[in-house]
């Protein structure tokens, strides 16, 4: 059984440029967060979502940044016109079910942005 | 708001002994406690996580305890190995309204040889 994947697991991109980060998570697991960690620190929750439907975007900043999981492919983590301080570390998490015992999320490699 | 203090930041022991991570969370809605282990370059890693009904859980040389009264919960690995040394991250888990974990700022454990 397959893990979290993420990629690409690196990404350069020149400010003002787009970066397109995705996740597929483990099979059978409907629900997708994403976090984001900055160097030295821990890791920020961005936005969590089951297929179609964001059910919390609370930690997404309010502008450049957007996030989809649709019906059929992966999770997408869109950040346009990308800016220095948008350097950082994009992990993905899925679950099974959450609410009940099997709400346990498990991490993926991470995309570790880096915009020049 | 929600926030999750970790305490210490940095903690090196010897090859044998033990390690002992606190965390402390704000929220008293939290149901939920996992302990993450990061290595560099690399995923946060579950290791070990424990449900609000219950106050201590062992899983051969990591345990966590919780005290849900004062709202802190424990990692203690014994028998230290080299191979234990990573960041660990604590988090806290609130369901009432959505499932997001918050994260402590971690601990960097150094397991001397």
Redesign the interface.
């Known amino acids: 059984n397959a893990g979290v994947m993420q990629n690409p697991r690196h990404l350069v991109r020149r400010r003002g440029q787009e970066a397109r980060l995705r996740c597929s998570p483990m099979k059978g697991h409907s629900h997708v967060y994403w976090y984001r960690q900055l160097p030295e620190e821990g890791l920020k929750f961005m936005v969590y979502l089951q297929k179609e439907n964001i059910i919390d975007e609370s930690g997404m900043p309010k502008e450049r940044f957007s996030a989809e999981f649709p019906k059929e492919g992966p999770s997408i983590l869109r950040i346009q016109q990308v800016v220095r301080g948008d350097s950082a570390a994009y992990f993905c998490a899925s679950s099974p079910l959450p609410g009940r015992s099997e709400e346990t999320q498990y991490f993926g490699p991470g995309t570790r942005l880096l915009v020049l | 708001g929600e926030n999750v203090e970790?305490h210490p930041s940095t903690l090196s022991v010897q090859e044998g002994d033990s390690a002992v991570i606190k965390c402390t969370y704000s929220d008293s809605a939290s149901n939920?406690f996992?302990w993450?282990k990061q290595e560099l370059g690399?995923?946060?890693?579950?290791i070990i996580?424990i449900?609000s009904n219950v106050g201590e859980k062992k899983d051969q040389r990591i345990a966590v305890t919780l005290n849900k009264t004062a709202k802190h919960f424990s990692l203690h690995i014994t028998e230290t190995q080299p191979e234990d040394s990573a960041v660990y991250?604590c988090a806290a888990?609130i369901?009432y309204?959505?499932?997001?974990?918050?994260?402590?700022?971690?601990t960097r454990l150094q397991v001397f040889p």
């Open positions: 970790q939920y996992p993450y690399k995923g946060p890693q579950l996580d449900r991250f888990r369901s309204n959505t499932d997001k974990l918050i994260f402590g700022t971690g």
